[in-house]
């Protein structure tokens, strides 16, 4: 499957239907994972706050993991070194632990497992890797995943703007620096990562309002501002943080190309915002003449670490 292809499978990974058991003396939720992996606590976070829920991406577990903790390992290959010695800190611990995974070792490591199907960039599963979180935590409404499916259509339908972005960025060659609005801080560190792994470029993230208390300084006189594209990345639902924005602009001088993400529900925004980054950095990739499926030098800096230690 080339990459646009599995760009298009995004919104029917969200009508899986696989869950797993949350008991209901669950005191925090634990959830390990890197990469293409990782990313789906961050966002599942910005959904989700009944539980504390807090996000490891090495290879330990917090001091506090006991048996009233759902600890859930994300790997899509079930093999990654930092994952899989976190869960087996977190069995040691006598946790509750559930495995989100294609195969792997991480598959007969714990309680229960959700297996999703192979073939994917491990970021193209996203919505095989979230969706049985929201829906065993019940952190979104059945009805906010048909709109979702809906939204990420049209953009499959219809990805011209975001081609256009993507040229802006290969002809300045500038180098992209995306803030979000809360939900959309992990969304934004989605698009960072998205433009290192798809598109060979280097990017950085932040969010709003906490750039307020450290970028905005550089942003008025770093050097090299010229060379940085800024994107803000909002709903224009907070009227306080778009006022932000707006004065951020105004007294640093910097003007930010604004991602304004339409949609109903929370999950269709921020699977809206998450594809509309997809898009971006795979026309980037194919501008540049780059395979956005390549990850060699990841996948080599795994091998020489397992032939130094056996694991990967
Ligand atoms: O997108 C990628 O390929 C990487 O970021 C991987 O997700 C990361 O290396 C972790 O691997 P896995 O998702 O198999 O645990």
């Known amino acids: ?15 899986f239907e696989h869950k797993f ?11 390990a994972g890197m990469g293409g992996s990782g990313i789906v606590g961050k966002i599942f976070t910005e959904l989700y706050s009944s539980l504390p829920v807090y996000l490891v991406d090495d290879y330990s577990a917090p001091d506090f993991v006991s048996k009233e903790t759902v600890y859930i390992a994300i790997s899509y290959s079930g093999n990654t070194e930092e994952t899989v010695s976190s869960l087996q800190e977190a069995i040691r611990k006598g946790a509750n632990t559930v495995a989100i995974t294609s ?9 229960q497992r959700v297996v999703i199907p192979k073939g994917l960039q491990p970021r193209s599963a996203l919505g095989y890797m979230l969706t049985p979180l929201l ?10 995943f048909k709109e979702a499916y809906d939204l990420l259509s049209r953009i499959d339908a219809n990805h011209h703007e975001e ?7 290969y002809v300045s060659e500038k180098v992209p620096v995306i803030y979000g609005v809360p939900p959309y801080k992990a969304v934004a560190y989605r698009w960072k990562t998205q433009f290192n792994e798809n598109s060979k470029i280097l990017a950085y993230s932040g969010s709003l309002p906490e750039i307020n208390h450290n970028d905005t300084m550089a942003l008025k006189g770093t050097y090299r501002r010229d060379e940085f594209y800024f994107i803000a990345l ?19 001088g910097i003007k930010f190309r604004r991602i304004k993400v339409e949609g109903k529900s929370a999950l269709a925004r921020v699977m809206a915002a998450v594809h509309i980054g997809d898009y971006i950095t795979y026309h980037l990739a194919k501008l540049r003449g780059k395979d956005p499926l390549d990850v060699g030098v990841i996948e080599e800096l795994k091998e020489r670490l397992q032939e130094s230690t056996g694991t990967q």
Request: net charge negative; aromatic share 2%; no cysteine.
């Open 163 to 169: 081609e256009q972005i993507a040229h802006d960025i």
């Open 103 to 111: 195969g792997g070792k991480l598959l007969d490591m714990s309680h």
């Open 21 to 31: 058991n949350v008991p209901k003396t669950t005191k925090n939720v634990v959830i």
């Open 234 to 252: 909002t709903d224009g639902r907070n009227n306080t943080v778009e006022r932000r924005i707006g004065i951020t602009e105004n007294i640093t």
């Open 135 to 144: 829906k065993s935590f019940g952190a979104v409404q059945q009805h906010e």
């Open 1 to 15: 499957m080339d990459f646009i292809e599995e760009l298009r499978t995004l919104k029917e990974q969200l009508m």
